[in-house]
């Protein structure tokens, strides 16, 4: 179940009366309830759930009835990596055992194993299993080559924006408070936790020529344990009254 609040945000430099509005929606989308269906097609069954539910979002948000503000979103959207194809890509040269349970004959795991090297076994799939064999694919270089199948926003491109993620999946991460960045063998790393926007609020960032980095997007946390989602934050200075006509752009504060 999709829970959204929101409330408007107003962002006031001490040395100008010129004020930012814009609206700050959290936001928390439905879970993939099982590994074994998210498998069964590209694009799974629980990423046009989560595509309604946030496509609704959005329309309340910009409902013509109300006053139109930049706004974030942001929150736990339950993004999740195109299973079938991320699989297929990982497994690509393995073979596939289906084991069924013997009472009503469903798929209770799937087995991929290497077509050489003594059949190895390279990922274990159940309901609550993902046991792949190289946990390292997720944290080289942020995992960030598999952001090719991190695919569920691209249907929102023309509504909601995001920063270029350099951080690693971060959900689900191990929670003994000795592994901080290992990862769970339950679900498939993803990008879960995101922060985005609309067009009109990307558009009041301060980018100031001598600043090498005004903003930032990253998680929180990267070698401690926090439980098994990693808290990301955007940091960006806004001038005072952006979007406001006659602003004096070069007053500005710092939103975190």
């Not at 558009?203 to 990267?222: A, M, Q, R």
Request: net charge neutral; with cysteine; aromatic share 10%.
């Amino acid at each position: 179940m999709s829970r959204m609040s929101r409330a408007p945000k107003k962002i006031n430099s001490k040395s100008s009366f010129l004020l930012s509005a814009f609206d700050l929606v959290n936001i928390h989308l439905f879970h993939d309830a099982s590994n074994l269906v998210a498998w069964e097609r590209s694009p799974s069954v629980y990423s046009g759930t989560r595509q309604k539910a946030l496509g609704f979002v959005l329309d309340r948000i910009t409902d013509q009835r109300y006053e139109k503000l930049p706004f974030f979103i942001f929150g736990d959207f339950n993004f999740r990596l195109d299973s079938k194809q991320v699989i297929e890509s990982l497994c690509s040269s393995a073979t596939v055992q289906t084991v069924r349970t013997t009472d009503t004959n469903e798929v209770d795991k799937l087995i991929f194993r290497e077509t050489e090297n003594d059949r190895k076994v390279v990922l274990q799939l159940e309901k609550k299993l993902f046991n792949y064999v190289n946990q390292d694919v997720f944290r080289e270089n942020n995992g960030t080559s598999l952001l090719e199948f991190d695919k569920e926003l691209s249907v929102f491109k023309d509504r909601l924006h995001e920063h270029q993620i350099s951080f690693p999946p971060s959900y689900p991460y191990s929670e003994d408070c000795s592994q901080g960045k290992e990862y769970m063998n339950t679900r498939c790393p993803a990008w879960c936790d995101r922060i985005l926007m609309s067009s009109s609020a990307r558009d009041l960032f301060l980018k100031p020529e001598n600043e090498e980095k005004s903003l930032t997007y990253d998680n929180i946390g990267p070698n401690v344990c926090m439980g098994d989602h990693k808290p990301v934050f955007l940091s960006f200075r806004i001038p005072a009254g952006a979007g406001k006509p006659n602003a004096n752009k070069h007053k500005c504060c710092v939103v975190q």
